[in-house]
């Protein structure tokens, strides 16, 4: 089994930044890929970026391409996301995903392994 933590949520006005980060804890050599996906109010939730264990593939959904930044430490078995140029639109619940299965994926049933989710709020 593994566990997923995410932490490095919070508020934060238009245009401004932030980073959350995720580390796993378990078995963690039998992740492959790991992924960020959020949920806002009233929607289903949606990939917003994913990243291979050697970091070679990376794929980002296309609104947050030139402002979400994904990467991956592997020594520390940790994936980050760095949020820049946060918009309101960016609110949500944001969740860490972790894959046993060679190749990254941008949906949620390609995921075995989720956390417990950090609020995201950017304010107008």
């Known amino acids: 089994q593994v566990q997923l933590v995410e932490s490095g949520g919070g508020l934060v006005q238009a245009g401004g930044s932030l980073r959350l980060s995720c580390t796993p804890s378990?078995?963690?050599?039998?992740?492959?890929?790991m992924a960020w996906f959020r949920q806002a109010p009233g929607k289903e939730r949606e990939f917003v970026a994913a990243?291979?264990?050697?970091?070679?593939?990376?794929y980002y959904a296309d609104d947050v391409k030139g402002r979400f930044t994904i990467s991956r430490d592997n020594a520390k078995s940790t994936v980050y996301l760095q949020m820049n140029t946060l918009k309101p639109e960016d609110t949500a619940v944001y969740y860490c995903?972790?894959?046993?299965?060679?190749?990254?994926?941008?949906?949620?049933?390609?995921?075995?392994?989720w956390g417990q989710g950090t609020q995201v709020t950017v304010s107008s």
């Open positions: 995903a972790a894959r046993r299965m060679l190749g990254v994926d941008t949906t949620t049933t390609g995921y075995d392994y």
């Open positions: 990243i291979s264990r050697s970091t070679i593939s990376i």
């Open positions: 378990g078995r963690t050599l039998d992740i492959y890929a």
